[in-house]
């Protein structure tokens, strides 16, 4: 496509549930990163996918948070036993490669788990 | 980890005033993103400094890599309605082999009066 795309848009859950959110990056970019916005703060690493594999996933806080890629494009993050504290914008952004700086965003999906 | 301190928080002013915002860390970044996001958005990248000193424009917008490759600013000049946002400082670092993060500044609240 022509930008990342994130699904669903807004999402409201349960506490306990749980929740997957959906990437689809920029066709050909092998690099992508999930990020975490609380309000009134910056985007908070989370983990960052090169092709298939997780090469960095010390941003994500806690066990119950989980991501894959399996096929090196579209990426799940999945959060179990989800928290309303886990509440936030969850970001996608994906690069050409995993040097190249120019990392493009998705719109964001808002997770409000009441 | 790298931590971004970006100032001011917010700034209200005049159309067609100019506006200066800045970043600054304790550590060295290799590249500075400047990004800005508006209501129910993700971050949209207005400019990319690769090397310390590098000063690049993009229309009314001018942003600078610190000599140190410890800080940068953004400035925009003769501002409009529409640069109403929050503004992202970004900086890319070395994560481990060949792999980058980036990290965010908290982000500066730019208000517009027309």
């Known amino acids: 496509g022509a930008g990342v795309s994130q699904t669903p848009s807004n999402k409201v859950t349960e506490k306990g549930k749980y929740v997957e959110l959906r990437c689809d990056p920029i066709s050909g970019h092998t690099a992508l990163y999930w990020y975490r916005q609380s309000l009134g703060q910056g985007p908070e690493f989370l983990i960052y996918?090169?092709?298939?594999?997780?090469?960095?996933d010390s941003g994500l806080p806690n066990d119950r948070f989980f991501a894959v890629r399996p096929e090196g494009s579209v990426s799940t993050l999945k959060i179990q036993r989800t928290e309303r504290g886990d509440s936030a914008v969850y970001l996608c952004?994906?690069?050409?490669?995993?040097?190249?700086?120019?990392?493009?965003f998705g719109q964001g999906t808002r997770l409000t788990v009441v | 980890g790298q931590q971004l301190n970006q100032s001011p928080q917010s700034m209200f002013i005049q159309e067609g005033e100019d506006v200066s915002m800045n970043c600054t860390s304790s550590s060295i970044f290799n590249t500075w993103l400047w990004y800005k996001q508006d209501p129910g958005e993700g971050p949209v990248l207005l400019i990319a400094l690769y090397k310390a000193g590098e000063l690049t424009s993009n229309g009314r917008l001018t942003a600078q890599f610190g000599i140190t490759r410890k800080d940068s600013f953004l400035n925009i000049s003769a501002s409009i309605p529409s640069d109403v946002g929050i503004y992202f400082c970004a900086g890319l670092y070395p994560s481990g082999g060949s792999n980058y993060k980036l990290t965010f500044g908290k982000g500066t609240l730019l208000t517009v009066n027309p």
């Open positions: 952004a994906s690069s050409l490669t995993g040097t190249n700086t120019e990392a493009f």
């Open positions: 996918f090169q092709g298939t594999g997780a090469a960095d």
